[in-house]
Structures are given as structure tokens and as C-alpha cells.
């Protein structure tokens, strides 16, 4: 059973930065893809960023600003958050799909979530 540990969350101004972190334990293949996802409140889930063996990819609204990277000897994922913006207040879930390849649907695996909260 895989289980993901997330951290980082917190309170910051516009223009601050943050950083979370996402421990995996369980995988079947460390190669699988894994993700970030937020959730900001009245809002669908939608996908930040995520990363596979041979490519990162982000979603237009962080291109820029977020940078996922990963250290796969210790199954951890990290998103770096620069110039965060109120837009970008939400509960930021890491996931872990079950193959190595990034599509929405093959991500079975949630995080409990962090919050991020950007003040004007």
C-alpha cells in the first residue's frame, strides 16, 4: 500500500515563497509517476505539476514560477513555489500513480494534503 507523507504548507504574502515536500512509502516501481494537486475551496481539483523518467510537466496558471523535482533513491518529490500569488491559496495533495507514465486517471495514490494560503 503506498502512503505519502506531505509538508511544507503554510502562510505567506504575495511574492513569498514555499516549499513542499512529499515522502512516498510503498511504491511498487520508484520510476512511477508522481504529482501535485491543489483544491482551493468551491473549486475543482485541478493538476499543478508532475514528473515521470523523462519529463516535468506543469500546468499553465505555475509554469514559471513552481519547479518540481525529485530524488528517486528516497521516493520523495519536492515543489518549489516562487512568486505565489493569492490564486494559488489551496490544499496542495501529493500522488503517486500506479505506472510510470503522467495521465490524470492513472494517479491512485492521495496525500492527506497541505494547506498553502497566499495573502494579498
Known amino acids: 500500500q503506498v502512503q505519502l507523507a506531505e509538508s511544507g504548507g503554510g502562510s505567506v504574502q504575495a511574492g513569498g515563497s514555499l516549499r513542499l515536500t512529499c515522502v512516498a512509502s510503498?511504491?511498487?516501481?520508484?520510476?512511477?509517476?508522481m504529482g501535485w494537486f491543489r483544491q482551493a475551496p468551491g473549486k475543482e481539483r485541478e493538476g499543478v505539476a508532475w514528473i515521470s523518467t523523462v519529463s516535468t510537466d506543469y500546468a499553465s496558471t505555475v509554469k514559471g514560477r513552481f519547479t518540481l523535482s525529485r530524488d528517486y533513491a528516497k521516493n520523495t518529490i519536492f515543489l518549489q513555489m516562487n512568486n505565489l500569488k493569492p490564486e494559488d491559496t489551496a490544499i496542495y495533495y501529493c500522488?503517486?500513480?500506479?505506472?510510470?507514465?503522467?495521465?490524470?486517471?492513472?494517479?491512485?495514490?492521495w496525500g492527506q494534503g497541505t494547506q498553502v494560503t497566499v495573502s494579498s
Open positions: 510503498g511504491l511498487a516501481d520508484s520510476s512511477n509517476c
Open positions: 500522488a503517486a500513480a500506479g505506472v510510470r507514465w503522467c495521465y490524470e486517471h492513472e494517479f491512485t495514490s
